[in-house]
């Protein structure tokens, strides 16, 4: 080196120990020079390969540009002015060394690189350039050295050496600087780049190198927030390679790619086995070859590979990421320990504690940078393959066969979907663990190893043993959580029977014993809580304890093994730091294990899934077809524009003939022809959850006159004006709101609308009344139908159309028996005319039940419904369902707040409400539910109030004590070991180390028993609150007047049950634990580098401010990006399984690729809210981060500046706590938001917790004698009433007096009044002015259930709740076995309920779905029977059941309450004729009131009525 330089390389004397330190020329004109080219070349072979792969388009050529290059140009040239001086030298006899060629050279080859770089970059569109910024940096940093190295010989000699070069130095120094300084500014977006047409582009392709190293772009969002709540116009757009398109491509390219591989394969062993046993050659060994070679090549695509190819690389990128960050996360330990050594060394020369220092922030700086690019590539890749498997589900999902779609549920499918792909994307996120881990195992043991020798093992044999501890504990947790699940789901479902069925609870005064029953359950579910909050206190015990454990074990080993062994600060400190390090990866493994298991399974599902058959595009178009076993050869031919009916049996083949003409069936032999567009109809309607415009119009263009026309023929007109919306009505999922006939008669207007070339009909006339099918084959199918001149197949059974049709097939066990017109079957006297006869028979029976079931489509055209529907929604059928559509209705609703136009039954229900004009109606209807409002902005104190109240303030109190104690308990036994360490050392060895091992032992069990007994105080209050919180939500809802119940949809109660109760349950409890854990770290931390550094004081507030101001900006954004995803992720799935049950009309439709687009949006929707998300977090990391790296820097710098007063203990203690700081600052930060996000479920529950309540149920001192009501006399007293404040009076000063024993029936038309009446008399409404007396007791006085429970009610709607018929009969077990056999028998129940097993504990499932409704209502009477009571109100039901049922109740109440007063409110008056007296009402007046004798006699209204029934 020293013939290269002309001088020595290296002079320690001259570099290190010395105050002023300074390199040799040597080491600055080799090292120092090539540094930076080094890094440039390396860099380039890779740079250049991805600049080739990435073109965006160019740039042109700016000012910025044009100065890049001049200055690289001016730099090539300084250096070679430099190689020619030295030519110069060279002519002039003063030989230089070698070096001086060299150095310019290579200096000046670098430069013109870096600059051709500049102009390479701008024509491939690279607008920042991270590459060059280092070289950049790198240059800047390595001339900084002979800068000061120069001035300093300069000074010193007092005069200038080799000027020339001199001045070429400074020149070049000038020159990098402004270099450094114009790279970091970026250039114009590139041109001829794609358009960016999005309104809101994301800024992240367009920032520069550092924006995205520090991602500083996502402030602009982050201040946004700040100042308003974020809303959906707010958001980015995605970048273009995240969205679904691109990705599914991919995706789907690999994948085929993958499948045909594989094809290919199997295809060769089989061409190479059949040669083989054709040509007979070798007996022996190829065929055993070939026997081999077939088992391996079968093998199945497999998904996984072309994932890996898809994502594969991009994932790879990060996984380089967090190999530097794991290496450079054990350079600090080691700095530390150079430190503990510098300070114990009391003449070092200051600048090394400074070098360390600074050192030491550079690389946890850089650790941060790196680590955060490590997490962004995998969070984006994470999203990327959840995008790419919903999105390729999804396609497959619409081209499967049906054989396949049998093979799995629907509900399975969009678990694929929604669970299997989330499942990858959390597994992707610390993947990179599997190796890392290991790793950093690995590392941390080695540096050990050199720190301590091989007591190390004892620490790491404490670590492994906790292993398998924590992971029982996580077993056994789990086991309780699916036992908890199971409680709720009961709890749960129990709310909705009660909520569905709360009027009937009401009227029959039951509450008690429901509420009993829920808070039975509730006990469990708290029971199990419990248990898992003892397990959980245990494993926060074990986490806690275990680095101490660790470090105990060992350090006791350690000095315990050779009195020889010293335990000195820089020992105790760094393992300290390293045992820090050790715990993340041990932690972790176990778990990614377990997620990897998980993952595999979800990959199998998946993997199956995308294997199944798929139908063939061209199956119908070149005719090939023939249907699964269903069809034998059938040849057929229909010419283009008739009408063809289809006519069969059940299960003959008729649907299955259709579908094969869609190309739905599987083809075994023959051919099918399709010639046109089709339109189908299929047997059961489907209709998609959007308003009913847009389900008619599916995808075509709006044309109002075709539109028009097509809702005449399809009599929706009339159904039009129910709704409340007019055809802007939303429908909900399976199209719930409504009726079958409508729903069947919009699918047909669908198929009229779309004005295709054939027309497949699947029994489209089936779901309508026979009216309405007249109408519609009339208008649209018939000979003189909007159809006409169309090629139409129409499946039937009604066989009134055949006449007019033009051709008959008949189907007989999938074959055609015969076909022709009409009369020419006829003649034949075949399968057909058989058919006929069986159906004619049928025809009338036929004709009476549709009309039964479909009673309400007409009725609810002619808007006749009653004011019953309050007590039950008119079609027995539907109802569940439409229970069920209010639940989701209202989930939806509370993640995002409710679509104003979402239309429920509760709705329906209002526009029936009497007397209104009929105008104002339809706003008032809109204006009954109210949409949920969503919380934004913060959230206020009081709500954290309310909690701490809920949990109990002193046990608050207790536990933030307890807090404090822990973390005094774990500053003192870190003090205790840094106060160890400082014990002098005498003849080798440390005295009285058993008593320093024993208290150090002493107090970090103390910590940890603390430790424990503060979660487990903490669980069991949040258990309490739990507890507190439920019961008064349950008990208010038990309390609520019937009026907010008909304005609350189901759903959104139950929401306060389900969801909003499980955060209070297990979400809030551990997010608050981690908070206070984190906060109080960051507290001890603060104390102890300011007890042993007091000058760090001055930085706390700076800092402190800079945090504050970061959260906030954080938690804001943070929050609300969460709660829009969560409003945009349901869309997707329940787009996804309506697709699914769907198919087959979207395919018919030729509608696949817009419902693909439909997808790709929701699911793009729902990522631009994610992808911020992703990125708030790596944006708080870096700030968070830097802060904590900050705490570290100063820590390092004071310990220097104060080393002469400081011990060597004391430092190694405030950094070591310095270091670890910067998680549980992160982590404080993210639990804030999280607590932030969550206490709001508290606030909503308390919201329901204190709805108004109606009168107390028993009045003390205002109970009615027991035997009241002896008489049972009534009298309404100028009576008014009113169904909420705003709304007009139902019934108008009534005055009546019914004597005791009589039997009134009450008739009216609809809207009358005549059900208000009863809901009067059980103040489920309360009076406006007037009173009702019975037996001259004022109902208003006494107490609700003391009145209720006192009347009988029958309803009309009968109401069954899950569980034995006993409970349903006699919830509080007040009557004997006997009591409730007697009143079976008397309601003719003896019979079904004896021949049962189980008899009186016979269940009824949920509505009473196992008996018919005839049985469901006997039981309602039964109830009366049994309590028999002076009152009885019966409120007949709408719609006949089944007369046979109603004569025997009719039958029973005449001879069993014989001597009660009656009051019946009728619909049929043969039921009334003989009654003691009729009270007519009309418009909410008594209208007529008398024997019905003289009421027929006075021609009145009750004349006219018993007119159209034909009584009179």
Known sequence: ??????????????????????????????????????????????????????????????????????????????????????????????????????????????????????????????????????????????????????????????????????????????????????????????????????PNPCPESTSGFLSRLTFWWFTSLAILGYKRPLEDKDLWSLNEEDTSKIIVQQLNREWDKEKAECKQKEDVTYMKKSNYVLNHVGDGPEEAEVLIRDKQHNRKPSFLKAMIRTFGPYFLIGSFFKLIQDLLSFVNPQLLSVLISFIKNKDAPAWWGFLIAALMFICAVLQTLILHQHFQYCFVTGMRLRTGITGVIYRKSLVITNSAKRSSTVGEIVNLMSVDAQRFMDLVTFLNMLWSAPLQIFLALYFLWQTLGPSVLAGVAVMVLLIPFNSAIA????????????????????????????????????????????????????????????????????????????????????????????????????????????????????????????????????????????LDPKCVETKVIAPACFLHSINLLVPSGALVAIVGHVGCGKSSLVSALLGEMEKLEGEVAVKGSVAYVPQQAWIQNATLKDNILFGQAFNDQKYQNVLEACALKTDLEVLPGGDQTEIGEKGINLSGGQRQRVSLARAVYSGSDIYLLDDPLSAVDSHVA????????????????????????????????????????????????????????????????????????????????EEEEVLLAEDTLSIHTDLADNEPVTNEVRKQFLRQLSVISSEGGECPNKMSTKRRVCEKKPAEPPLPRKNLS??????????????????????????????????????????????????????????????????????????????????????????????????????????????????????????????????????DIYVIDEVIPPTILMFLGTFFTSLSTMIVIIASTPLFTVVIIPLAVLYFFVQRFYVATSRQLKRLESVSRSPIYSHFSETVSGASVIRAYRRVKSFVDISDMKIDENL????????????????????????????????????????????????????????????????????????????????????????????????????????????????????????????????????????????????????????????????????????????????????????????????????????????????????????????????????????LDYECSEGGENLSVGQRQLICLARALLRKTRILVLDEATAAVDLETDDLIQMTIRTQFEDCTVLTIAHRLNTIMDYTRVLVLDNGTIAEFDTPTSLIAAKGIFYSMAKDAGLA
């Open 475 to 614: 077993m056994k947790t789990r086991a309780f959580q699916v036992e908890q699940m199971r409680h709720k789901d009961s709890r749960i479902k129990l709310m909705n029977e009660i909520l569905g069925g709360i009027k009937v609870l009401k009227l029959y005064a039951w509450e008690p014993s429901f509420s009993e029953k829920v808070l039975e359950i509730r006990k469990n579910e708290l029971q199990v809580l419990k248990k898992s909050a003892y397990l959980n206190s245990l494993s926060n015990f074990a986490w806690v304890s275990a680095p101490f454990l660790v470090a105990l074990t060992t350090f006791a080993v350690y000095v315990s093994v050779d009195e020889k062994n010293i335990l000195d600060a820089e020992k105790a400190f760094v393992s300290l730091s390293l045992f820090n390090i050790l715990k993340f990866p041990l932690s972790m493994l176990p778990q990614v294990i377990g997620n990897i298991a998980q993952a595999s399974v979800s990959l199998k599902r998946i993997q199956q899934f995308l294997s199944h058959d798929e």
């Open 1 to 198: 080196m020293e013939v290269f330089c002309g001088s020595r390389f290296w002079d320690s004397n001259l570099s290190i120990h010395t105050d002023n330190p300074d390199l040799t020329p040597c080491f600055q004109n080799t090292i120092l020079a090539w540094i930076p080219g080094i890094y440039l070349w390396s860099a380039l072979p890779f740079y250049l390969l991805y600049l080739k792969h990435n073109k965006r388009g160019y740039i042109v050529l700016s000012v910025l540009s044009r100065f890049k290059t001049l200055l690289g140009a001016l730099l090539w040239c300084v250096s070679w002015a430099d190689l020619f001086y030295s030519f110069h030298e060279l002519l002039q006899d003063r030989t230089p060394p070698p070096v001086y060629f060299v150095t310019p050279l290579v200096v000046g080859i670098t430069v013109l690189l870096a600059t051709l770089l500049i102009q390479y970059e701008r024509l491939r569109g690279v607008q920042s350039s991270g590459v060059l910024i280092i070289f950049w940096f790198l240059s800047v940093l390595c001339a900084v050295g002979p800068f000061r190295s120069k001035i300093m010989t300069t000074t010193a000699q007092g005069h200038v050496n080799e000027r020339f070069r001199f001045t070429t130095f400074y020149i070049y120094f000038a020159l990098i600087i402004i270099e450094l300084i114009l790279s970091c500014f970026k250039e114009k977006p590139p041109f001829f780049s794609p358009v960016n047409t999005n």
């Open 774 to 853: 007249k109408h519609i084959f009339d208008k649209v199918i018939g000979p003189e139908g909007a159809l006409k001149g169309k090629t139409r197949i129409l499946v039937t059974h009604g066989i009134s159309f055949l006449p007019q049709v033009d051709h008959i097939v008949v189907l007989v066990d999938g074959k055609i028996s015969e076909m022709g017109s009409y009369q020419d079957l006829l003649k034949q006297n075949k399968a057909f005319a058989e058919f006929l006869r069986n159906y004619a028979l049928d025809e009338d029976i036929e004709e009476d039940e549709s009309t039964m079931l």
């Open 926 to 1059: 809109e204006k009954l539910i109210q949409a949920e409002t969503t919380e934004t902005g913060t959230v206020k104190l009081s709500v954290f109030w309310q909690y701490v109240k809920a949990v109990s303030p002193v046990i608050s109190l207790v536990i933030c004590f307890l807090y404090c104690c822990q973390n005094a308990v774990a500053i003192g036994a870190n003090v205790w070991l840094s106060d160890w360490t400082n014990e002098p050392v005498i003849n080798g060895t440390q005295h009285n180390t058993t008593m320093r091992i024993g208290v150090y032992a002493a107090l970090g069990l103390l910590q940890g028993l603390i430790v424990l007994i503060c979660s487990f105080t903490l669980a069991m209050g949040g258990i309490n609150a739990a507890r507190t919180l439920h019961a008064a939500l349950l008990e208010n809802k038990f309390h609520t007047p019937q009026s907010f119940y008909d304005t609350t949809p189901t759903g959104r109660i139950i929401n306060r049950f389900s969801k």
């Open 1168 to 1399: 631009k809210s994610y992808y911020p998300g992703i990125v708030s977090n790596r944006w708080l990391g870096i700030r968070v981060e830097f802060v904590g790296n900050c705490i570290v820097l100063f820590a390092a710098l004071f310990a220097v500046i104060g080393k002469n007063s400081l011990n060597a203990g004391l430092v190694g203690l405030s950094v070591s706590y310095a270091l670890q700081v910067t998680m549980s600052l992160n982590w404080m930060v993210r639990m804030a938001s999280e607590l932030e996000t969550n206490i709001v479920a508290v606030e909503r529950i308390k919201e329901y917790s204190e709805t108004e309540t109606e009168a107390p149920w028993i009045i003390e001192g205002k109970s009615p004698p027991e035997d009241w009501p002896s008489k049972g006399e009534l009298e309404f007293v100028n009576y008014s009433v009113r169904y909420r404040k705003g709304l007009d009076l139902v019934l108008k000063g009534l005055n009546l007096h019914v004597h005791g024993g009589e039997k009134i029936g009450i008739v009216g038309r609809t809207g009358a009044g005549k059900s208000s009446m009863t809901l009067c008399l059980f103040r489920i409404l309360e009076a406006v002015k007037g009173e009702i007396k019975i037996d001259g007791v004022k109902i208003s006085e006494i107490g609700l259930h003391d009145l209720r429970s006192r009347l009988t009610i029958i309803p009309q709607d009968p109401v069954l709740f899950s569980g034995t018929l006993r409970m349903n009969l006699d919830p509080f077990n007040k009557y004997s076995d006997e009591e409730i056999w007697k009143a079976l028998e008397l309601s003719h129940l003896k019979r079904f309920v004896s021949s049962q097993p189980s008899m």
